[in-house]
């Protein structure tokens, strides 16, 4: 994983804000019939239909975040869900400050 990553994830407003209703997934979507919100995280279709985007273009926003490890991807059935990497996202918060 590479700085430009990281850049490249907080250089999109669309990804800022799946990062912000990903921190607090029940205040932003409703239950999920599969899978907890928290736990194994949002699904996809829920967030795409959220955004207004399709499935696709969603797609590509959650491959950035991952590469970025910013959010876990885990499959259950035929659906993927994301979750935060809050780790990651500390680590980040952490380097960043230090840096300064």
């Known amino acids: 994983m590479q700085d430009v990553d990281i850049l490249k994830a907080f250089a999109n407003d669309r990804r800022l804000v799946i990062l ?8 932003y979507f409703p239950p999920q019939i ?10 996809a279709v829920l967030i795409a ?23 876990h991807a885990r499959r259950i059935r035929q659906w993927i869900f994301y979750r935060r990497n809050e780790e990651r996202i500390a680590d980040l918060k952490r380097g960043l400050f230090a840096s300064l």
């Open 34 to 43: 599969d899978g907890d919100l928290e736990d194994d995280g949002v699904c």
């Open 49 to 71: 239909e959220k955004l207004g985007i399709t499935p696709a273009t969603l797609s590509e926003h959650m491959r950035i975040l991952v590469q970025a490890e910013l959010v």
């Open 20 to 27: 912000e209703w990903l921190k607090q997934p029940r205040a």
